[in-house]
């Protein structure tokens, strides 16, 4: 008897004002002054303006990097202007101020911080407000009016636009140069306008903020990140920024919510801070280092008890797992019963642990018991899709020596993908076909279905007939008569190939097959049919495949 062979199976950013070549190595060299002609545009664009005009560079792509902070810089912030309150801000020449009075007296007007650092109000004169905080303006400016207006005069002041001002951003970041913004922006939106700290040289905790020379601050990016904190900095004409160098650094990976490289300004780093840093996911009982200092790699393991007597050295990689021994399994019961429909079992329980525990009932065909696990799905996936892949492989590999098999060979290609999207979308069952004869000693695994058929009184036709529907179960009757009665075979069905599946999964040759029981299905192939006796086997072998895995008959 002939078988078929079965396979298992936008930015729009502040700008870069004046681009300059910057010191990668950071030698000292000192920045490069402006012309006379770009410090004659520096006093016009330093003119107050209640929003200031900002020119594009072009975008930069962020770069994909593990290192923590990387983040920061996808240019999100280089859009950005510091005009929200700031109580700590210093006024300086150049701010723009709102003043109101109203009462006996009515005034409004935009004052501009002249360069002795005053403001005038007509009928009141110069005040002097150069250095005074935020905070400390509007009720400095009450106490002068009131020296004039003593009663019936109401009083309103507020900084409107702090000055623009042209920052440099230098050492390893990934374009270096002069950019404009206003006094009171972050130093990270100056930093973003420069694309951001270099993902694979520069230091993400060793960042300094000079004026004249002379470090004023020293930012660690890691304590806004982590903790929320940064520092506001009053920026003014000619700071610079200096990305340093990167430090030391190591790895984490693993069950972790920041899977990332980190910095440590240390040469030595507890693995207590590296995992506060990194936040251990609840379930991680283990910790493993790759150590590769000198020529040697090493390992070591470790429980995570143990984590306060382990050091970080540069370049340790840190891998937090889930380490832990399988103490139980949780299986899933479906179908014709009336018990739990969960159960927990000791890890290496049997079936007959489960079959002892059901609570059956008249509709339960507990013989056709049937067991899906996800193990063997997955399989049945991975199977499949080699069998595409070598279907494919011959496609493309198929040579043409005239027209006529040129579009032969076309025509076979939309075939095989056709065939390829169908199959890549079927879902695998991933049924175990138990054996009555050794049923109670099949080893579950956790996440297994059981399911128990309910009893039937039909027998389900479909595939390649004219009418698929369910038949009503007969005791005489043989396959064709179930064929007959859903309206014979279609014009594109395979007569000779045909599948029978019993209520338990198992699947049957029809010409191995005399007596159909209720609740089985006949499934009736479809013929292929192509030029290529070898690409027909192939098809069919794969539509074979998929019907008994996944009881899906595709039709393509």
Same mark, same amino acid.
């Given at each position: 008897?002939?078988?078929?062979?079965?396979?298992?199976?936008?930015?729009?950013?502040?700008?870069?004002?004046?681009?300059?070549?910057?010191?990668?190595?950071?030698?000292?060299?000192?920045?490069?002054?402006?012309?006379?002609?770009?410090?004659?545009?520096?006093?016009?664009?330093?003119?107050?303006?209640?929003?200031?005009?900002?020119?594009?560079?072009?975008?930069?792509?962020?770069?994909?990097?593990?290192?923590?902070?990387?983040?920061?810089?996808?240019?999100?912030?280089?859009?950005?202007?510091?005009?929200?309150?700031?109580?700590?801000?210093?006024?300086?020449?150049?701010?723009?101020?709102?003043?109101?009075?109203?009462?006996?007296?009515?005034?409004?007007?935009?004052?501009?911080?002249?360069?002795?650092?005053?403001?005038?109000?007509?009928?009141?004169?110069?005040?002097?407000?150069?250095?005074?905080?935020?905070?400390?303006?509007?009720?400095?400016?009450?106490?002068?009016?009131?020296?004039?207006?003593?009663?019936?005069?109401?009083?309103?002041?507020?900084?409107?636009?702090?000055?623009?001002?042209?920052?440099?951003?230098?050492?390893?970041?990934?374009?270096?140069?002069?950019?404009?913004?206003?006094?009171?922006?972050?130093?990270?939106?100056?930093?973003?306008?420069?694309?951001?700290?270099?993902?694979?040289?520069?230091?993400?905790?060793?960042?300094?903020?000079?004026?004249?020379?002379?470090?004023?601050?020293? %930012?660690? @990016?890691? +304590?806004?990140?982590?903790?929320?904190?940064?520092?506001? $900095?009053?920026?003014? =004409? *000619? /700071?610079?920024?200096?990305?340093?160098?990167?430090?030391?650094?190591?790895?984490?990976?693993?069950?972790?919510?920041?899977?990332?490289?980190?910095?440590?300004?240390?040469?030595?780093?507890?693995?207590?801070?590296?995992?506060?840093?990194?936040?251990?996911?609840?379930?991680?009982?283990?910790?493993?280092?790759?150590?590769?200092?000198?020529? %040697?790699? @090493?390992? +070591?393991?470790?429980?995570?008890?143990?984590?306060?007597? $382990?050091?970080?050295? =540069? *370049? /340790?990689?840190?891998?937090?797992?889930?380490?832990?021994?399988?103490?139980?399994?949780?299986?899933?019961?479906?179908?014709?019963?009336?018990?739990?429909?969960?159960?927990?079992?000791?890890?290496?329980?049997?079936?007959?642990?489960?079959?002892?525990?059901?609570?059956?009932?008249?509709?339960?065909?507990?013989?056709?018991?049937?067991?899906?696990?996800?193990?063997?799905?997955?399989?049945?996936?991975?199977?499949?899709?080699?069998?595409?892949?070598?279907?494919?492989?011959?496609?493309?590999?198929?040579?043409?020596?005239?027209?006529?098999?040129?579009?032969?060979?076309?025509?076979?290609?939309?075939?095989?993908?056709?065939?390829?999207?169908?199959?890549?979308?079927?879902?695998?069952?991933?049924?175990?076909?138990?054996?009555?004869?050794?049923?109670?000693?099949?080893?579950?695994?956790?996440?297994?279905?059981?399911?128990?058929?309910?009893?039937?009184?039909?027998?389900?036709?479909?595939?390649?007939?004219?009418?698929?529907?369910?038949?009503?179960?007969?005791?005489?009757?043989?396959?064709?008569?179930?064929?007959?009665?859903?309206?014979?075979?279609?014009?594109?069905?395979?007569?000779?190939?045909?599948?029978?599946?019993?209520?338990?999964?198992?699947?049957?040759?029809?010409?191995?097959?005399?007596?159909?029981?209720?609740?089985?299905?006949?499934?009736?192939?479809?013929?292929?049919?192509?030029?290529?006796?070898?690409?027909?086997?192939?098809?069919?072998?794969?539509?074979?495949?998929?019907?008994?895995?996944?009881?899906?008959?595709?039709?393509?």
């Amino acid at each position: 008897m002939k078988r078929t062979p079965v396979l298992l199976f936008v930015l729009q950013t502040h700008a870069l004002a004046i681009p300059i070549v910057a010191d990668p190595n950071l030698t000292g060299v000192p920045l490069p002054t402006l012309s006379p002609q770009t410090s004659q545009s520096d006093q016009q664009s330093s003119a107050p303006s209640p929003s200031p005009m900002i020119s594009n560079p072009a975008p930069i792509t962020p770069p994909v990097s593990r290192m923590f902070g990387a983040q920061l810089f996808t240019g999100a912030m280089s859009n950005t202007l510091g005009v929200g309150f700031n109580p700590n801000y210093r006024l300086n020449i150049g701010d723009q101020i709102t003043v109101q009075l109203w009462g006996a007296y009515t005034y409004e007007g935009h004052l501009t911080i002249d360069p002795k650092g005053n403001i005038f109000i007509p009928n009141v004169g110069p005040i002097h407000i150069e250095g005074l905080s935020n905070s400390e303006l509007n009720g400095f400016i009450t106490k002068q009016v009131k020296n004039v207006y003593q009663a019936n005069v109401n009083v309103y002041a507020a900084l409107n636009a702090a000055q623009p001002v042209k920052v440099y951003v230098t050492g390893f970041v990934m374009r270096p140069g002069l950019y404009n913004g206003v006094a009171s922006d972050s130093l990270i939106s100056f930093l973003d306008r420069a694309g951001g700290v270099d993902p694979n040289r520069g230091s993400y905790i060793n960042i300094k903020v000079k004026r004249n020379g002379v470090v004023r601050k020293k %930012v660690n @990016l890691y +304590e806004f990140l982590l903790n929320g904190t940064l520092d506001l $900095i009053q920026f003014t =004409d *000619g /700071d610079v920024i200096i990305v340093e160098p990167r430090q030391h650094t190591f790895s984490v990976e693993g069950e972790v919510f920041n899977s990332y490289d980190f910095e440590f300004s240390k040469p030595i780093l507890a693995v207590n801070e590296a995992l506060r840093w990194a936040r251990i996911k609840p379930g991680a009982t283990h910790l493993s280092i790759i150590r590769r200092q000198g020529n %040697v790699k @090493l390992s +070591e393991y470790y429980p995570l008890s143990s984590a306060e007597q $382990i050091l970080l050295e =540069d *370049g /340790d990689k840190l891998l937090v797992t889930s380490d832990r021994y399988a103490g139980s399994i949780q299986v899933r019961v479906q179908g014709a019963h009336s018990g739990e429909h969960a159960l927990v079992l000791p890890y290496g329980a049997r079936m007959n642990q489960v079959l002892a525990q059901l609570k059956t009932n008249t509709m339960s065909q507990i013989h056709a018991i049937q067991l899906y696990r996800k193990s063997v799905a997955q399989r049945q996936g991975e199977m499949a899709e080699l069998a595409l892949k070598k279907l494919q492989e011959f496609s493309l590999t198929a040579t043409s020596a005239t027209n006529e098999e040129a579009t032969l060979r076309t025509q076979e290609a939309d075939l095989i993908n056709r065939l390829v999207t169908a199959v890549r979308n079927i879902q695998f069952k991933g049924q175990v076909i138990l054996n009555e004869s050794n049923i109670n000693d099949v080893l579950l695994e956790d996440g297994d279905v059981i399911n128990i058929p309910e009893r039937s009184s039909v027998v389900m036709v479909h595939g390649e007939i004219v009418m698929p529907t369910a038949v009503i179960w007969q005791r005489n009757f043989a396959i064709k008569d179930y064929i007959k009665k859903a309206g014979g075979f279609s014009q594109g069905s395979s007569k000779s190939e045909l599948i029978i599946i019993k209520q338990n999964g198992e699947s049957i040759p029809g010409d191995d097959i005399k007596n159909i029981d209720p609740g089985d299905e006949i499934m009736v192939l479809p013929k292929i049919e192509t030029k290529n006796l070898e690409l027909t086997k192939a098809i069919s072998s794969i539509i074979y495949q998929v019907a008994v895995a996944a009881k899906v008959l595709l039709n393509i």
